[in-house]
C-alpha cells in the first residue's frame, strides 16, 4: 500500500522493516526523510524495506535579498514588468511575476532617464529580489552595477553589444541604444 507521508513521519518499526531509501532510523523506528509516497518493498535476500520515493519536485521560491534573471515584458513610464525565469542560478519550471519602480533602477533617479531608456521588452535582465509586492509580484531593483540588462536585441533581433554602462550598439548598423546595463552583460553568441 502506498501512503503519502511528511518528513519525519513514522512508517515502520526496524524489528519489522529494513530502512531503506528517503528514510531514517529514530529511537528504533524508520520515519520518512521527505515528502513522498511510502512504498514497502522486498529486497535481493527476501526482506521487506520501507522506502520513501519522492512525488514532488519542489519550485524554488525566490527571496529577499536574492538574485534572479527575468526577462522585461512591459514598460511604462514609471514600471518595468517581468517574468522571473531563474532564481539562484535554477531555472524555474513556473515564472514568477516581478516589477521594478522607476526609483529602484538607478541609485540616483533620473541617472539614465525614462524607464524606456533603461529597459525594452524582451530584454533579459539581472536584478535583486527587494520584497514581495501587491498581487504576488516581486518587487526587484537593478541598484548597482552588476544588476540591469545582460540580453538585449535590436527593433531588427540582432544581439546587442555593450559600450558603456548606459549604451549598447547593434554591430551590423552601428546603431546605438541606450539601456541600463550589467556589468555581467552575456554575449550568447
Known sequence: MDDIVLPGDYLGKTSEYICGENAYIKNNEIRSGILGKKKIVTNNDNQRMITVDNIKSFQLLPQVGDVVICKVFRVTFNIVYCNILIVKDKPLKNSFKGFINKSDI????????????????????????????????????????????????SEKGEILKPVAWNLMVSLSDMNFEQRKVSNDFVNPI
Request: with cysteine; charged share 20%.
Open 106 to 153: 538607478h541609485i540616483h533617479e533620473g541617472e539614465l532617464g525614462d524607464n524606456f531608456d533603461c529597459f525594452k521588452q524582451g530584454d533579459i535582465i539581472k536584478a535583486k529580489v527587494l520584497s514581495i509586492g501587491q498581487h504576488y509580484a516581486y518587487k526587484l531593483s537593478t541598484v548597482g552595477t552588476d544588476l540591469g540588462v545582460i540580453i538585449a536585441f
